[in-house]
């Protein structure tokens, strides 16, 4: 349902989404969801290939650069690296969620990770390989390199939420205190070096403890239901390795507006983040394009609690990512085994997926 769980998430993944949800359905039963996986890469210009495939052709011209097909090869492909992104995403979690008519609760954990592969080329760099200085040794040192910034998290968080009533309105009030772990990754060589397998090496790591905190209400009238999720209150600040420039990576307070239409054989929702997630910065050097402002939508078709078929979209108002066509399948037998599958669908060379298994007793 391409993400958009602000209204529409259940009790059981309603700490992911907003945690006063978790509160909405109290006669619902004591569940846990494990695990949830997901997985997502963007690469619409098959950077990620090109870049591994660099050192090869480099290596050709370097081994005879009076060829001139060698030099053709080599600034084309070091050329064809220029202002391109490429884009991967992971994650896993689980939850145990328990319902009551008071307080209900639901404790998670999560990690995830996502890093943007961006090559940062030297204009001189192609001029020097299409007019090189012939070297007997045939040493060319290049200023390009090969680049990756990511940034991954643990969350352990226990959602806590309620039920008030204002004016004869039911609405859901949530609250998670949580324990994260950051980690940053720096990944910095040559650009006739680089290999993807290496980024993650300790030597590029630093890493960070912290405590923070998301919020969330939700109002209910007959099928239609509000709901809003504040994410991150307290701001941190985590710094890169320090190779030719050090990066800063922002976690800071997200919030998101979310509405749905939610009856037993259909829903429909919408996400829409009302202000832009702030990712990582640079004192200097280029533009980093990883900001996102996500609109998403979705819907679900029931067959009568045993079988579900969704549909979705998201879209990035700040034109950092390409829109992408979410579709899954779920099975619920008996009301008791949950499992559902999701494939994101975005362009020839950029897809995702997910897969999630719970158990209601």
């Not at 650069?65 to 992971?90: C, E, I």
């Not at 039920?163 to 039911?170: A, M, V, Y």
Request: proline share 4%; glycine share 10%.
């Amino acid at each position: 349902m391409g993400g958009a769980g602000t209204a529409a998430a259940n009790y059981l993944s309603a700490g992911f989404h907003n945690p006063a949800l978790v509160a909405m359905d109290p006669e619902s039963a004591f569940g846990v969801l494990f695990p949830v996986v997901g997985v997502q890469l963007r690469d619409p210009d098959q950077l990620i290939d090109a870049l591994n495939d660099f050192g090869d052709v480099y290596q050709r011209f370097e081994n005879d650069p009076t060829n001139s097909s060698n030099r053709t090869a080599a600034a084309d492909a070091l050329r064809g690296l220029q202002n391109k992104n490429g884009y991967v995403s992971g994650g896993i979690g689980g939850a145990i969620a328990i319902p009551t008519s008071t307080i209900s609760g639901n404790f998670f954990v999560k990690g995830y990770t996502e890093a943007v592969v961006m090559p940062e080329v030297d204009d001189g760099d192609i001029d020097n390989i299409e007019n090189p200085v012939l070297d007997p040794d045939g040493d060319y040192t290049l200023n390009s390199k090969g680049r990756v910034l990511a940034f991954g998290v643990v969350d352990v968080g226990l959602a806590l939420a309620g039920n008030i009533e204002i004016l004869g309105q039911r609405i859901a009030l949530g609250v998670t205190p949580k324990s994260q772990k950051f980690y940053t990754y720096h990944y910095e060589v040559s650009v006739q070096s680089f290999d993807d397998s290496q980024w993650d090496n300790d030597a590029n790591q630093t890493d960070e403890s912290a405590f923070n905190v998301d919020l969330g209400a939700a109002w209910q009238t007959g099928p239609f239901r509000v709901g809003f999720a504040a994410k991150n209150l307290v701001s941190h600040e985590i710094k890169t390795v320090n190779y030719t420039r050090e990066y800063t990576y922002h976690i800071e307070p997200l919030y998101t507006l979310g509405g749905a239409f939610i009856t037993d054989l259909f829903v429909a929702t919408i996400d829409v983040d009302l202000n832009k997630q702030k990712r990582f910065s640079a004192p200097s050097g280029p533009a980093i394009k990883d900001d996102t402002q996500l609109i998403r939508l979705g819907t679900e078709f029931n067959a009568w609690g045993w079988a579900q078929l969704r549909a979705g979209y998201i879209n990035d108002l700040e034109d950092t990512l390409d829109g992408a066509l979410t579709l899954g399948v779920g099975l619920s037998p008996f009301n008791t085994i949950h499992f559902d599958v999701a494939a994101q669908l975005i362009d020839s060379n950029s897809y995702g997926g997910s897969l999630q298994l719970a158990f209601t007793f």
